[in-house]
């Protein structure tokens, strides 16, 4: 059976259980309170459907089109930032939220608070993949805040702090990129060891360029240490291993 025709017997089943609630409340109150469902409730159905069958762009839809009637809708907010979720777009999904928690505070806390726990995860994980740590390391703190001892997070933030000791190395901030090396890495680096140390992370995270950039300033910084030079001669064989002639993966 294909999507539109799932989606239509889900969507009919659900219109179906409302009708008879509908009609069993008019039959009670004899006919008096008798109206046409709300337009808007019929769209919030019908993007839970879409939800409910894998479909978060149809779901997208109607949770927009509530929030063209109301748009300050609850259930419109958070069904929107669930289609965003769906669809692994973690920081739209924060948007809707943020505009949630405006809306209607505590809705979100009642409803659904692993919604937000889901995409700051999926936030920090983009944002780390992208190469962006800084705002990766800014999600996994919010995160950090609302579950704590979250399983993967203590990783995640550990990559981000390596990739944000590597920017701030190569922006010849080396005070703070040694400091934050040695939170990342559980052990106190400095000096060479700190370029070392960082490429090395760096390297297993494939981030290539910036392990070889870090060893290239350290060794200006650090004249007559061959570890910087024979690793960064390993490194750029692995770059550019058209130039090599026995072409190497890191380990």
Known sequence: MSVPARLAGVARARCARRS?????????????????????????ERGEVALDIGNPEDAEDAFRQVLALRPDDPAALLGLARSHLARQDGEAALDA??????????????????????????????????GDSAWALDRLARLEQRDPGRPGVAELRVRAEILEAGKLYAAGRIPEAEALASRALRARVSGADAALSLAHALAQQGRLDMAISILSDARARHLGDRRLSALMDRLLEIRYPEESTAPRAWR
């Open 97 to 130: 939220l943020a505009r949630l928690n405006g809306a209607a505070p505590g809705y979100l806390a009642s409803h659904a608070p692993q919604v937000e726990t889901q995409a700051l995860e999926l936030a920090a994980r983009q944002s780390l993949e992208n």
């Open 20 to 44: 008879i609630g509908w009609l069993a409340v008019c039959a009670a109150l004899g006919g008096l309170a008798c109206q046409r469902p709300d337009p808007s409730q019929v769209l919030l």
